[in-house]
């Protein structure tokens, strides 16, 4: 695990990123800043809501086809997940390739959520004794860098990034991280889970559920400035506002300006009219031939994949050549 070097780099970002967004005529932070070990749990319980059907509709995904998806990894091979979390997802993939006889040489979790992270691998560890787990805390929008041993190691590399966190990139980004995710895992693959362009009322309640628990999620973001930055926003004067936005196909999360207020934040003063946002979140939804693009424009091939009886979320097989 690299856990020192990247805590000192991502609480300069968090404070150079947020500075810039407060600064800003139009205020837009990354989502990746909501995953301190605080955003963590409660991710975690917002998989476990009703109105969430992405997490429980691709668990189904996975579980049902999980051993033809681990036909697919094939045997002698280092398992990367991007994205990690709490390492429930992979379960089912590891057992798929225990039951074929094909256990991954290696698995690498990564995340930016470093003590979520460390916690979530040991309970992993305890579950599969046998199998080699290098954690890595890394920020995967940045270039994409592996552990050394799994560098020198060259072995068949295969991804898994579920979760649908590709919405999270836009275009321009989600081809930046599929193109170098390609080079990484050249002569094997990757299996991406997305979120699939839907009725908007569906995707509307998903972001507004009706215990509040995604708007903790969201003014997390504003805390979490409180406690690491010395900020002093004030979490009441702030609301939660999600939305589906058709043009760009995707979700949008803000935390709108209750008031006309001031917010002091490492010795500046930054000002929000009333109605203003911070915007937080984009959560593009992909159509199969979206997604299809995309890929083959990183450098891809297609292959098969699978999805649940409504077309709600689709897991998606890649061959990097
Ligand atoms: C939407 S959650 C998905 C978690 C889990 N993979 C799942 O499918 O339930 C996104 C995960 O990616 C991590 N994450 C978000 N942005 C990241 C980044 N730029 N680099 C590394 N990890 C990131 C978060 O900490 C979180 O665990």
């Not at 929008?141 to 579920?162: E, I, K, T």
């Not at 997390?220 to 004030?234: I, P, V």
Request: hydrophobic share 40%.
């Amino acid at each position: 695990m690299n856990p020192t070097i990247d805590i000192e780099v991502q609480a300069h970002n968090f404070a150079t990123d947020m500075q810039a967004a407060l600064a800003s005529a139009s205020k837009q932070i990354s989502p990746k800043y909501f995953y301190d070990a605080k955003g963590s749990l409660l991710f975690d319980q917002i998989c476990e809501l009703p109105e969430y059907y992405p997490t429980r509709t691709e668990w189904a995904v996975l579980e049902q086809y999980a051993p033809q998806m681990a036909e697919c990894l094939g045997a002698d091979i280092d398992l990367i997940e991007f994205g990690a979390g709490s390492l429930r997802k992979v379960r089912l993939l590891l057992d798929a390739l225990m039951a074929q006889k094909t256990p991954p040489k290696s698995y690498v979790p990564i995340d930016i959520s470093g003590a979520h992270l460390a916690e979530s691998s040991l309970q992993l560890q305890k579950q599969y004794p046998a199998l080699g787990v290098t954690t890595w805390v890394s920020d995967y929008s940045q270039a994409l860098v592996l552990p050394p041993a799994l560098m020198q190691a060259n072995r068949r590399r295969m991804g898994f990034f579920p979760g649908s966190s590709l919405g999270n990139f836009a275009p321009g980004e989600a081809l930046a991280f599929m193109t170098q995710a390609a080079q990484m895992l050249g002569g094997g693959g990757l299996l991406v889970g997305v979120d699939l362009v839907k009725d908007p009322q569906v995707l509307h309640a998903a972001y507004n559920d009706q215990q509040g628990i995604t708007a903790a999620f969201n003014l997390n973001l504003l805390a979490r400035a409180n406690r690491e930055l010395g900020a002093d926003f004030d979490l009441n004067a702030f609301a939660h506002y999600a939305f589906y936005e058709p043009r760009h196909q995707r979700i949008e999360m803000h935390l709108q300006s209750l008031r006309a207020q001031h917010v002091r934040l490492l010795g500046q003063t930054y000002s929000f009219r009333e109605g203003e946002t911070l915007h937080t979140e984009n959560s593009y939804k992909y159509t199969l031939d979206s997604l299809h693009q995309l890929a083959k424009q990183a450098g891809f091939e297609v292959g098969i994949h699978w999805t649940d009886s409504q077309q709600q979320f689709c897991v998606q097989w890649l061959i990097a050549p």
